[in-house]
């Protein structure tokens, strides 16, 4: 009985060119020489369109802004984290408790993006290891991370600012 390789060659050899060929050139937790992992706290969120954030948008598909705002974010060198919405910085809509995280850091065409999924999260919050949300990266130094992220508002694409303050080592 004779064995044909061809197609499989062939398939082994496209899948090569495919991944070789990915924007994508590392994925870490190092930026610039300086750790992203510690605690972090999220100090604002300021939109491009000032309208924006008078809508009680839910981010992420959990809160409001108002609700992230002094949230508490955990993130771990094992690709673990975490984001805790305090009580009582919001409307009634703030859902208090942590959520579990799964982040990494992607490097795409010379830009950082942090991309996350919801783990585990509280009761009347979606948990979905395939959904994923990602922020752009505009600044980070070690005492501040700031990233950008897009919205859906008014018909077009605006970006809500994330100004993260670094709270210490985990």
């Known amino acids: 009985m004779k064995i044909k390789f061809g197609p499989a060659i062939i398939t082994l050899c496209l899948f090569g060119w495919m991944v070789s060929c990915t924007p994508i050139s590392k994925s870490a937790h190092i930026i610039n020489n300086k750790k992203l992992q510690g605690k972090w706290a999220?100090?604002?969120?300021?939109?491009?369109?000032?309208?924006?954030?008078?809508?009680?948008?839910?981010?992420f598909e959990d809160v409001p802004t108002a609700c992230l705002v002094n949230s508490a974010w955990l993130l771990?060198?094992?690709d673990l984290g975490e984001y805790n919405i305090p009580g009582g910085n919001g409307p009634a809509s703030c859902i208090k408790g942590t959520r579990k995280i799964n982040w990494l850091i992607l490097e795409i065409n010379g830009t950082n993006f942090l991309?996350?999924?919801?783990?585990?999260?509280?009761?009347?919050?979606?948990?979905?290891?395939?959904?994923?949300?990602?922020?752009?990266?505009?600044?980070?130094d070690k005492k501040v991370m700031k990233f950008k992220y897009p919205i859906y508002y008014k018909g077009?694409?605006?970006w809500l600012h994330f100004n993260f303050g670094y709270k210490g080592k985990n």
């Open 42 to 59: 999220l100090v604002s969120i300021t939109p491009d369109d000032t309208a924006a954030v008078f809508k009680p948008l839910p981010i």
């Open 76 to 78: 771990d060198e094992n």
């Open 115 to 140: 991309q996350f999924r919801r783990a585990i999260a509280v009761a009347g919050v979606k948990t979905d290891r395939f959904s994923s949300y990602i922020l752009e990266m505009e600044s980070f």
């Open 156 to 158: 077009q694409t605006t």
